[in-house]
């Protein structure tokens, strides 16, 4: 049998429905990380789905129990087929965010898959469970073709990406062996436009926090007391404006990333982001002067403000307010001092005269802190990669050095060693963590074809040693 059957097996499972099938009844299973009620609900969808499903591939299945109490259980599912061959680890998020039941379009229900055109809703469709589904199924195909894979698989599944990997850099530490490889290589994030196959090699790192100012205890009559008491969301306001700039720019020189890199830019030269149909139109002149769109998304540093408090927004009333808060982020590539990124950003503070505000964790506890990570755009398995999906689409995919979003790569280049090669499947207006999520059937459709040719290729001779 050849590459050419395989792709024509997994094309005709999915035009006849195979997709949805499998997808349907794992959308069903609401694996909400961030909801504690959920927590069991969390294994029920290793045990009910994943599990049985790498059985029927040969896998042999571990679980790992989280040593974090937020945390879910991780799995890792492994077929051996010849210690000589290369082997590739592949990984997969279970969990969701809420669901948000009530808010999505037409009163949809988010643990239902519900086709409109080319779109298909349901929570969890884009991130995580439609993108590692699809693997799963891309693989299976190449198995049943070929009568084996040709390279040893390891799969990772862990519930609880949305809850900031809780536990899971721990499990990784203390079991090096067991989820040991040669390359990283799996799905998540979105695609820089719906039909443009895309490769990104990391990610950027965040960290969120609060920039609190809390003054005194109750408000005042802003009439009575107006002009003689500190208002605390000015000075909020005004120290703001010394960190990002008008248009969005981020003005703390020592949170800069090193200078764009002419291999990174040469990259990213030519490369269009677009969100397809409804997606957000770019602001031209917003972000950091003298980069293009794909520069400052995939290439530079940020700082977003992502919720700005003070007073009673819901009710507001005649009083000077007590307290400000913002909740903030800043998000940063590799190669940034981001161990150092809150004392630079407390010297920035005091220096500029706002030692009032105070750098504090979000109340909810759950502060983001993602490492920044990035495989050299001419590592061997990035350029084989490529390759693979060049010899099936007849055109080489968008390659970026890194995704514009944040997650626990670190764990794959840094703990263990490996090249990070991501493959992503959705699209930017994919309504990922808000209602109304999707995947757009026609680009699913497309992806199953470039994951048949990777995973079968890794099975040939030719792979990097």
Not at 38 to 66: K, S, T, W
Not at 89 to 110: C, S, T
């Amino acid at each position: 049998m050849t590459r050419a059957a395989a792709i024509e097996k997994a094309l005709s499972y999915f035009d006849d429905g195979g997709y949805l099938a499998e997808l349907g009844p794992r959308i069903a299973i609401p694996t909400e990380s961030q909801n504690p009620d959920r927590l069991p609900v969390l294994r029920d969808y290793l045990e009910q789905e994943m599990i049985p499903a790498f059985e029927a591939m040969g896998h042999d299945c571990q679980v790992f129990e989280n040593p974090d109490s937020s945390g879910g259980p991780v799995l890792l599912a492994s077929r051996i087929e010849d210690p000589s061959y290369p082997t590739v680890l592949g990984y997969g998020h279970g969990d969701v965010i809420r669901g948000q039941k009530g808010r999505w379009k037409n009163d949809r229900d988010p643990w239902t898959i519900e086709q409109d055109g080319d779109r298909i809703y349901g929570r969890g469709t884009a991130d995580n469970k439609g993108q590692h589904i699809l693997n799963m199924a891309a693989m299976r195909h190449v198995l049943e073709t070929r009568g084996s894979l040709g390279f040893n698989s390891k799969f990772m599944i862990e519930m609880g990406e949305e809850n900031g990997s809780a536990g899971l850099h721990q499990i990784v530490s203390e079991n090096p062996n067991a989820f040991a490889a040669d390359v990283f290589i799996a799905s998540d994030g979105p695609r820089i436009s719906p039909d443009t196959p895309t490769i990104f090699l990391g990610a950027r790192g965040a960290k969120n926090f609060d920039l609190v100012v809390d003054l005194r205890e109750g408000g005042h009559h802003s009439g009575n007391w107006g002009g003689l008491l500190a208002n605390p969301g000015i000075i909020l306001a005004q120290a703001l404006t010394t960190i990002v700039g008008p248009t969005g720019e981020l003005l703390v020189k020592e949170l800069l990333p090193p200078p764009i890199s002419n291999s990174v830019r040469e990259a990213l030269s030519g490369i269009t982001i677009d969100a397809g149909e409804n997606g957000p139109e770019i602001d031209p002149d917003w972000g950091a002067p003298g980069l293009t769109s794909a520069e400052r998304v995939y290439a530079w540093n940020i700082f977003e403000i992502l919720t700005l408090t003070t007073g009673n927004p819901g009710n507001p009333v005649n009083a000077v307010p007590p307290r400000a808060r913002a909740h903030c982020q800043f998000r940063f590539v590799a190669g940034t001092n981001s161990e150092e990124a809150l004392d630079i950003l407390r010297r920035h503070l005091d220096d500029h005269g706002f030692d009032q505000v105070k750098i504090e964790p979000p109340p909810s506890g759950n502060a983001i802190n993602f490492k920044a990570t990035r495989t050299p755009l001419d590592d061997p398995w990035a350029v084989w990669v490529k390759g693979a999906i060049e010899r099936t689409k007849g055109s080489p995919p968008a390659l970026l050095p890194s995704l514009g979003g944040s997650i626990c790569n670190d764990i794959f280049t840094d703990i263990l060693g490996l090249p990070s090669i991501w493959i992503p499947h959705s699209y930017g207006a994919c309504s990922q963590h808000a209602p109304n999520e999707h995947i757009l059937l026609s680009e699913f459709r497309d992806a199953i074809e470039v994951m048949t040719g990777v995973y079968w290729d890794l099975g040939e001779d030719g792979t990097p040693s």
